[in-house]
């Protein structure tokens, strides 16, 4: 056995320990390499919007915040591919074969053309819907509970019973209501369903007029002028892009136009009791949100509504028409002057 004097002990243990060091920092370094976080995911997400107005709009950028708020911002960890297929179906087509075989991470559809359009060009990128009224009757879910498809989303079904009563109050002697709606959105054939069962539990009578594009709105209009005593307007895409359109006829005629949403009002309408598209639209970024992080999956998720709805008042248009808005309807409204 070898033998050391105490100085040399001392410098041989120093001496091993420096290496025990080395190769420890040798080995940690590697783990550490191996354990170093991930860079963050970047997202890539589709929005297909069918036409410039001012509810879809909304709906748009609540939809923009609503993933914002829950860490996934445009510039950091996401990105936003926003089409608009200006009301056409072939560049509805065009969008959703775009999406797909840029193999986006998930879509947002606003208005249900748009949906149908990325739902019949996918079954596996995830939907998210909004500005849609019902989703079974589109053919996008198999049940609003459980949609057991790609899509999901938030409904813009609007409180027609609620509407038709505010219609009442602004135009009490009101006998025949009118309504023109787009007849190729299978959203306003429903809501004028629903519109005529309301209307004859109130002795209303409902005469309709439809249009296919907006060049037709004016004609529609001057069939009812005469033969009604108030206008009703649905969440119809065609009618809410050409507001000013319909208020041209109607404003000459001092027929009151009572809407289903606010868009509508501050684009010429009289008053709505309606959907706030905005918040519409951050619910369905909440639930984009949810998707993304893994936390649930369309097929799953129930399609979502809102519960509370936006009273809002043209007064300039109400003096205009000669029309005296109660007191009570003017309560917590936001009211346009």
């Known amino acids: 056995m070898l033998k050391f004097s ?33 860079a963050e995911k970047k997202y890539n997400v589709g929005i297909v919007q069918l036409v410039e107005h001012a509810a879809l709009d909304a709906a748009n950028k609540g939809f923009v915040d609503g993933l914002a708020k829950n860490g996934f911002k445009e510039g950091k ?22 999406f797909v075989n840029n193999k986006v991470d998930l879509i947002c559809a606003i208005a249900t053309p748009s949906a149908q359009s990325v739902a ?5 990128i995830p939907i998210v819907g909004t500005a849609i009224t019902d989703y079974k009757a589109a053919k996008l879910v198999k049940d609003p509970a459980k949609p057991g ?32 709606y787009c007849s190729s959105e299978v959203n306003s054939q429903l809501q004028v369903e629903i519109l005529k069962k309301e209307a004859a539990a109130k002795g209303l009578t409902i005469k309709e007029a439809t249009v296919s594009t907006v060049n037709d709105i004016q004609q529609a209009a001057h069939s009812l002028i ?16 050409a507001m000013p359109t319909l208020c041209k006829v109607t404003d000459e005629a001092k027929l009151a136009v009572i809407c289903a949403e606010p868009g509508e009002v501050k684009a010429g309408g009289l008053i709505t009791l309606g959907i706030d598209y905005y918040m519409l639209g951050e619910e369905t970024g909440v639930m984009a949100a949810e998707i993304l992080n893994g936390k649930a999956k369309p097929q799953d998720m129930a399609i979502r509504s809102q519960k509370e709805f936006k009273a809002v008042v043209n007064m300039k248009k109400a003096e205009q028409l000669g029309i005296k808005i109660p007191e009570e309807l003017l309560k917590g409204a936001e009211v346009l002057k």
């Open 6 to 38: 105490g100085t040399k002990m001392k410098a041989l243990t120093a001496a091993l320990l420096l290496m025990l060091a080395a190769g420890a920092a040798g080995c940690g370094g590697g783990d550490k390499k191996a354990a170093a976080p991930a």
């Open 77 to 98: 960890n996401i990105t936003f591919d926003r089409q608009n297929a200006q009301a056409d179906q072939s560049n509805l087509q065009n969008i959703a074969n775009r």
């Open 226 to 241: 005469g033969k009604v005593d108030a206008l009703y307007i649905p969440t119809d895409n065609i009618m809410a892009s």
């Open 149 to 180: 498809t790609n899509v999901t989303g938030t409904t813009d079904m609007n409180p027609i019973k609620e509407q038709v009563e505010l219609l009442l109050k602004v135009v009490p002697k009101a006998k025949n209501v009118g309504v023109i």
């Open 120 to 124: 019949n060009a996918t079954k596996d």
